[in-house]
């Protein structure tokens, strides 16, 4: 598959990187851009990879296909610098970008930051090329640069950076099993109480908290103009399949974001750009099928939207999780027409 690289998003990547990439330019004119980053963390699944690499590359050529600046950045590009970089740029009216939207599809990291005088505050990010990692403070910092954030859509398929973990603005937090620490074994779904799904950190003087929050300044529920889709918790991964019952057709979750956005950009219904809850009824009938009674499957009722216990034996996280894809702000909203 060829894919075509417009010169707003091309005069990026030369800015980006040092080395020049050979790319095709379509359109001198931009005013909408999609971009996919991701990363996965050392050791790591080869068909996984392949998965997350093809995916992002169908994701860009969609976006090439509806007339979109695009750029596919997954693996070697993802890195904090060149994202904060795209980020200032874009939101500087001077990149003449009107709309911009993010898939993120890889591995997530947490951390602990250290004020000297004020305690810690635990700080979320994505896997980056070479470790230089991305955190949600610089996000944010890069976000709130020039104006109100352009990026109305943000599609993230990693672990944890999609879920509400706070009690209130400052960051309060309750303890949840099953959510914020693992469970020693699997019963009916938890209840997520928490009301935040991001905070600015004031009193430890370490900036903004929670990726949803970093990518659109709003907490705790955004502006009618934006919509972030995550996962609170764990994320599948894209090579797995759904468990018996969840699925007719088998198909791994990876055709998921990839029927999203050929909905979402009007690729498989004659130019139409469908709502994201529309996409995402659509992703959920073309990926999951029907139920056992041959009824189909919808966001509403499919395994994303209802979640799933996951267990897993990494060093510090030994438990089940119950993972469940959560979906803020408006989702009738739409990718605009080019």
């Given at each position: ?92 009216d ?54 109100d ?7 993230i ?43 600015y ?96 499957y ?6 994303l ?13 030994e ?20």
């Amino acid at each position: 598959m060829e894919r075509k690289i417009t010169l707003v998003l091309s005069i990026l990547i030369f800015a980006l990187i040092a080395n020049p990439l050979l790319m095709e330019i379509q359109s001198a004119k931009a005013s909408y851009a999609g971009v996919g980053w991701g990363h996965l963390s050392s050791p790591y699944s080869p068909d996984e990879y392949v998965w997350e690499y093809t995916v992002t590359d169908y994701i860009c050529y969609d976006f090439n296909y509806a007339s979109w600046d695009n750029l596919d950045a997954y693996w070697n590009l993802t890195t904090q610098s060149n994202v904060v970089d795209s980020l200032y740029w874009m939101q500087n009216d001077s990149s003449s970008i009107d709309w911009a939207t993010t898939w993120w599809v890889g591995d997530y990291l947490s951390d602990t930051f250290y004020s000297p005088g004020y305690g810690t505050t635990r700080h979320y990010g994505f896997n980056g090329y070479g470790g230089d990692n991305i955190w949600d403070f610089r996000v944010w910092s890069a976000i709130n640069s020039y104006s109100d954030s352009k990026q109305y859509f943000n599609f993230i398929w990693t672990c944890v950076n999609g879920g509400k973990y706070w009690d209130n603005q400052y960051g309060d937090h309750t303890w949840i099993e099953g959510i914020d620490y693992p469970d020693d074994f699997p019963g009916a779904p938890p209840e997520n109480t928490h009301t935040y799904y991001g905070y600015y950190d004031s009193e430890n003087i370490t900036g903004a908290v929670g990726m949803p929050y970093a990518f659109t300044d709003y907490t705790p529920t955004m502006d009618n103009d934006y919509c972030y889709v995550g996962f609170e918790t764990t994320s599948p991964f894209l090579e797995n399949i759904p468990p018996a019952g969840w699925t007719s057709t088998n198909y791994e979750y990876g055709y998921f974001p990839y029927y999203f956005y050929a909905f979402a950009l009007g690729i498989d219904f004659y130019g139409y750009h469908g709502t994201i809850m529309d996409s995402l009824d659509y992703a959920a009938y073309a990926t999951f099928g029907h139920d056992q009674y041959n009824n189909p499957y919808y966001f509403a009722n499919s395994i994303l939207n209802h979640g799933y216990w996951f267990y897993t034996d990494l060093e510090g996280m030994e438990g089940w999780w119950y993972w469940k894809m959560q979906v803020f702000g408006n989702s009738d909203i739409y990718l605009p027409y080019a």
